[in-house]
T-cell receptor, first 111, second 112 residues
Framework: ETGVTQTPRHLVMGMTNKKSLKCEQH?????MYWYKQSAKKPLELMFV???????ENNSVPSRFSPECPNSSHLFLHLHTLQPEDSALYLC??????????FGSGTRLTVV | GENVEQHPSTLSVQEGDSAVIKCTYS??????FPWYKQELGKRPQLIID?????GEKKDQRIAVTLNKTAKHFSLHITETQPEDSAVYFC???????????FGDGTTLTVKP
């Protein structure tokens, strides 16, 4: 692992389920991000946290709910998702103004 | 906000040839420009970056050039090899916003 760990790697969930994605970084970075990657939009920003405070919500539907309890951990809580939410969800971290380190992603399938 | 356009969307070259991918950005205050490589089934990884106080940076077979006046920067890969086949993304930051906008990616195929 490169310092950003995402779990689970794969997730299949029904539209009525509630699940959570987890991201952890041990790089000492102050910023963490959630991105959605799909064929339609290769790297689409969802949420940004700087020093564990949310600084960006890129018009994401409320069925996606982020949580950042500290600067090393980031969660994405999922509920009542739609099939079109199926995608690869990537977590990343960085120092402000520097390059990103990405996690391996969670491949989500909504059935 | 920042708007990033990346071209071409696909690029096919013969092994040994050079490849060039270009990105334009809109925020003249942007000062950091990274490039990421994503191999099939893997995470994007930072391969090279440049800051606005320099015009070019090289690392072995890859280089990045920056033209601040024209607001574009390019990735150059020389002596391409099959293992260079991947999707390449450029990015540009939103000034003081702690986030970056990514280009839509370029799928590079290097034919042996």
């Amino acid at each position: 692992e490169t310092g950003v760990t995402q779990t689970p790697r794969h997730l299949v969930m029904g539209m009525t389920n509630k699940k959570s994605l987890k991201c952890e970084q041990h790089l000492g970075h102050n910023a963490m991000y959630w991105y959605k990657q799909s064929a339609k939009k290769p790297l689409e920003l969802m949420f940004v946290y700087n020093f564990k405070e949310q600084t960006e919500n890129n018009s994401v539907p409320s069925r996606f709910s982020p949580e950042c309890p500290n600067s090393s951990h980031l969660f994405l809580h999922l509920h009542t998702l739609q099939p079109e939410d199926s995608a690869l969800y990537l977590c990343a971290s960085s120092q402000t103004g520097a390059g990103y380190t990405f996690g391996s992603g969670t491949r989500l399938t909504v059935v | 906000g920042e708007n990033v356009e990346q071209h071409p969307s696909t690029l096919s070259v013969q092994e040994g040839d050079s490849a060039v991918i270009k990105c334009t950005y809109s925020d003249s205050a942007s000062n950091y420009f990274p490039w990421y490589k994503q191999e099939l089934g893997k995470r994007p990884q930072l391969i090279i970056d440049i800051r606005s106080n320099v015009g070019e940076k090289k690392d072995q077979r890859i280089a990045v050039t920056l033209n601040k006046t024209a607001k574009h920067f390019s990735l150059h890969i020389t002596e391409t090899q099959p293992e260079d086949s991947a999707v390449y993304f450029c990015a540009a930051p939103h000034t003081n916003a702690g986030k970056s906008t990514f280009g839509d990616g370029t799928t590079l195929t290097v034919k042996p």
